[in-house]
């Protein structure tokens, strides 16, 4: 036995098995021994207990006398907001510096090659508290708001902006009137339009048409400085503000560096064929090279889509009630710290693995299909 590769093989992975198992059983065994006799309690019960956490902000209605598992998920939900909307302008802010960066003219090109090394070579808790610190040193109070634009304004506070509210008369008329216009615009994509402006045309329209069949009346809630501050609008604090300018310019660095070496791993035959069709620079990029580049640069951005959500983690810096905030204050109240540190890695191990999830489906679809 001991001379057959196969089963000596099987004998060590089934050593080693019962080996970590036995270490694991180990491990929980003491750990429960020990905070028994501490009188630590133990399980996962305490979530169910009013709260009494103060959350500054969130997304989804939240009292200090909800549970504890409804505060969890009220950070959880401030977290996917701020790992999406990072997400959301990092990849557009860094497909625009990736590819000005490969411009002819050096003022362009230079300007997001010192974007780029900045970004990149700094880091990111240190942008955070800099920018952080602006709000406080450089912006005016909230009395003297500057108008960025008609109901935008920017003070010590954070960030004003008009509110948009949709109310729908109909809304199952109006979903399926927006769903057949929608496969209308589509269809007319495929058959007829070749320009993805005409798209963007049709799709607005096709929504417009839509609401307008469901009887929608859209409303725009104006700011209006009333008092010691602002009534109505959207109200973006400092902290999200911060948290969000911060990580965008700090992913966006590395996203325009993945782009730019995909672009760059397109052999120039590509654009010399376009050329010979008579397409412009801007379609050649836009109708060879970007699709091309995608397959290339999908899954290096996964990579940094999650290094996203690890990122916002440092919400916490500048005071922003993240999950990890959340989780910080609920280990503090409740004493629960193992339970605690198990929910933190459950929730970022299914965020991440639903990121991958999502980057390698829509990798699989944009592959090139070998017969």
Not at 184 to 201: E, M, P, Q, T
């Amino acid at each position: 036995m001991l001379n057959d590769a196969k089963a000596r093989s099987i004998a060590i992975q089934g050593a080693l098995v019962f080996a970590l198992v036995g270490f694991a059983t180990l491990l929980v065994t003491t750990t429960i021994a020990n905070l028994e006799a501490r009188g630590i309690p133990i399980g996962f019960d305490f979530l169910t207990v009013p709260s009494r956490l103060v959350i500054s902000e969130s997304i989804l209605p939240y009292v200090p006398r909800d549970p504890y598992y409804w505060a969890i998920v009220v950070g959880i939900a401030n977290t996917i907001l701020i790992s999406t909307l990072v997400i959301v302008f990092s990849s557009i802010i860094g497909l625009i510096l990736g590819i000005a960066r490969l411009s002819s003219n050096p003022l362009a090109s230079g300007t997001c090659k010192v974007w780029v090394e900045v970004a990149r070579n700094t880091p990111p808790i240190v942008l955070l508290i800099f920018l952080y610190s602006l709000w406080w040193k450089v912006l005016p109070p909230i009395a003297q708001a500057a108008n960025l634009a008609p109901g935008v304004y920017v003070s010590m506070r954070g960030l004003v902006m008009p509110a948009v509210t949709i109310s729908l008369q109909s809304i199952e008329w109006g979903l399926v009137g927006l769903v057949g216009l929608l496969i209308g615009a589509r269809l007319l994509r495929a058959f007829v339009v070749r320009r993805l402006s005409f798209l963007v045309l049709a799709l607005l329209s096709a929504s417009a048409l839509g609401l307008w069949a469901a009887g929608a009346s859209i409303q725009i809630d104006w700011p209006v400085f009333a008092g010691f501050g602002f009534r109505g609008g959207i109200a973006l604090t400092p902290e999200l503000s911060t948290i969000l300018i911060g990580l965008t310019i700090y992913t966006s660095g590395f996203v325009a560096e993945i782009v730019r070496g995909g672009v760059l791993a397109i052999g120039k035959g590509q654009w010399d064929a376009g050329r010979s069709l008579g397409l412009s620079q801007t379609r050649i990029l836009r109708l060879i090279i970007i699709p091309q580049t995608l397959r290339i640069v999908v899954p290096p951005l996964n990579s940094q889509y999650i290094n996203v959500v690890k990122n916002s983690t440092l919400a916490i810096a500048v005071g922003y009630p993240d999950f990890l905030a959340v989780m910080n204050t609920t280990i503090s109240k409740s004493s629960h710290a193992i339970e605690g540190l198990f929910i933190i890695l459950g929730v970022y191990l299914a965020l991440n693995l639903t990121l991958s999830a999502i980057a390698n489906w829509y990798n699989r679809r944009i592959a090139i299909v070998e017969r």
